[in-house]
């Protein structure tokens, strides 16, 4: 067999070393009571490396707040920790709602959602002096079309489910139901409108409500599909899905997911971004 020529070794190395997965690592409900020390359990170690994580921030404490049992009251450290994480390029802040109540981005009315919006920017902005924001998740999934045409208006990155972001008619709904059943990942190639940036996933990888190693094959089944398509990974974590109802680590999940971040990492072919960054003008 012959050798490999110069310049036929030059593009085998770039293959392999072109980066060929976009992943995105989206942590939601994070809030004035999030302890440090629990975003640190799940992502030290991209940290550590620099590897950045959309943490998508509630800017008012509520009822509807997820938190992490005896952990009710605002951590002192929280925005402290946050502001750090954005100042050395390992967090991007989202905005997640406004006090994470259902059906609070599902209105019609667009000076209503506008002053939403506005409110929840400005309560960020005082917490977090100085911290881009310009992403949007919506709570609970729940978002009303006029809510995604003031957020493209306004020129936001936008991630949420297909069915919230790409209302389908009859037929559609229909297609969706047979991705579901068929086990398809629910993840898309980006929209461009405008500024604006549009995320559609509808796979949350990481859950309690499956075992540890279906979680595994299914991230993995997500990420070799993302590679083939050309399509963004988001990988969508609720940091209190990790814990149990006494606060206390699930173990089986936790290695489950350090375990698939670790191979992520150990790809050639894998770069870490933001949805700001992702699908950005070059």
Do not use: K
């Not at 919506?138 to 991630?159: K, N, T």
Request: glycine share 8%.
């Amino acid at each position: 067999m012959r050798a490999p020529s110069l310049g036929q070794a030059s593009s085998v190395l770039a293959d392999v070393t072109t980066p060929r997965l976009a992943v995105i690592i989206r942590d939601d409900d994070i809030s004035a009571c999030t302890q440090p020390d629990t975003l640190q359990t799940l992502y030290g170690e991209l940290w550590a490396d620099d590897r950045p994580v959309c943490l998508a921030v509630v800017p008012l404490l509520s009822e509807h707040v997820p938190r992490l049992a005896g952990h009710s009251g605002p951590d002192p450290g929280a925005w402290p920790f946050l502001h750090d994480l954005t100042a050395r390029g390992r967090a991007e802040i989202a905005l997640h709602g406004h006090r994470h109540a259902p059906g609070e981005w599902a209105g019609s009315d667009p000076i209503a959602l506008r002053r939403l919006l506005d409110d929840g920017l400005t309560r960020l902005g005082t917490v977090l002096l100085g911290v881009p924001v310009c992403t949007f998740i919506p709570p609970h999934e729940h978002f009303s079309p006029a809510a995604r045409d003031l957020l493209i208006e306004r020129g936001f990155s936008v991630c949420t489910t297909s069915v919230n972001m790409f209302p389908p008619n009859r037929w559609g709904w229909l297609a969706y139901r047979l991705r579901q059943r068929l086990g398809r990942p629910g993840l898309y190639p980006v929209v461009r409108q405008g500024r604006a940036r549009l995320f559609a996933a509808d796979t949350y990888l990481f859950t309690p409500r499956a075992s540890p190693a279906a979680c595994l094959r299914r991230a993995r089944r997500a990420a070799g599909f993302c590679t083939r398509f050309g399509y963004p990974l988001v990988v969508v974590n609720h940091h209190w899905h990790f814990f149990d109802s006494a606060g206390q680590p699930r173990p089986g999940l936790l290695a489950a997911w350090r375990g698939f971040a670790a191979e992520l990492t150990a790809r050639g072919d894998v770069t870490f971004t933001t949805f700001a960054a992702c699908g950005a003008p070059q």
